[in-house]
């Protein structure tokens, strides 16, 4: 997990509270995700950053929103949390963005945000 | 959309192969991936192949292709209780913006003594 770090690593909540995730890398790379993981579904994107301020949804964004003002943090917000919401959360980089004939794109993954929502 | 799917669990001896399977059904995957999670850990990436090949060889690890079937393999010769994990297939195609990647259920790999 060098280079990229998750706060906070564990985090219990009640419903109807906003939570912040945060993501800070030290890499420099363009190329940031929020995913969650939970059982029988694997891992499932949430959103996605290519820039400072460029974000844009993946498959499951319904309730999250994301911000990132600088190229090393991307943080994920539950505006009004809710128990469906509870999950290991983990953050991605990756440098290229783009899996193409320039080569694969490789992501590196944080250690996870694990939130209780009760 | 894009699916991706594997077996939960599988549980091997230490010394033999393991093989792990997965299928998808994005016929314009550019690249697949296989990522293997250990306790408490992140996802770490362990090989990838491109959509043009049909087999990947590193150390231990053999990576097998059938893109007629969309079918990709693991398999791990010589089996060590160090490779007991999660390990999870991903295919990636682009879409202007960035290739993002869809991944699978996950496989739990167990390795008995």
């Known amino acids: 997990d060098a280079g990229i770090t998750q706060s906070p690593r564990h985090k219990v909540t009640e419903t109807g509270t906003p939570v912040t995730l945060r993501c800070h890398q030290t890499?420099?790379?363009?190329?940031m995700y929020w995913y969650r993981q939970d059982p029988g579904h694997g891992l499932r994107l949430i959103h996605y950053?290519?820039?400072?301020?460029?974000?844009d949804k993946g498959e499951v964004s319904d309730g999250y929103s994301v911000s990132r003002s600088k190229t090393e943090d991307f943080l994920l917000t539950l505006e009004s949390a809710t128990s469906s919401q509870t999950s290991v959360y983990f953050c991605a980089i990756s440098e290229s963005g783009l899996a193409g004939v320039s080569g694969a794109n490789v992501l590196t993954f944080g250690a996870g945000s694990r939130l209780t929502v009760l | 959309g894009e699916d991706v799917e594997q077996s939960l669990f599988l549980s091997v001896r230490e010394g033999d192969s393991s093989v792990i399977n997965c299928t998808y059904t994005d016929s314009s995957s550019t690249y697949l991936y296989w990522y293997k999670q250990e306790p408490g850990a992140g996802l770490q990436l362990l090989t990838y192949?491109?959509?043009?090949?049909d087999m990947k060889q590193d150390q231990r690890l053999t990576v097998l292709l059938n893109k007629k079937d969309k079918h990709l393999s693991l398999r791990i010769a010589d089996t060590q209780t160090g490779d007991s994990a999660i390990y999870f297939c991903?295919?990636?195609?682009?879409?202007?913006?960035?290739?993002?990647?869809?991944f699978g259920t996950g496989t739990r790999l167990q390795v008995t003594l």
């Open positions: 991903a295919e990636s195609a682009g879409d202007g913006t960035a290739s993002k990647l869809t």
């Open positions: 890499e420099n790379h363009r190329y």
């Open positions: 950053s290519y820039g400072v301020k460029d974000t």
């Open positions: 192949i491109f959509s043009n090949m």
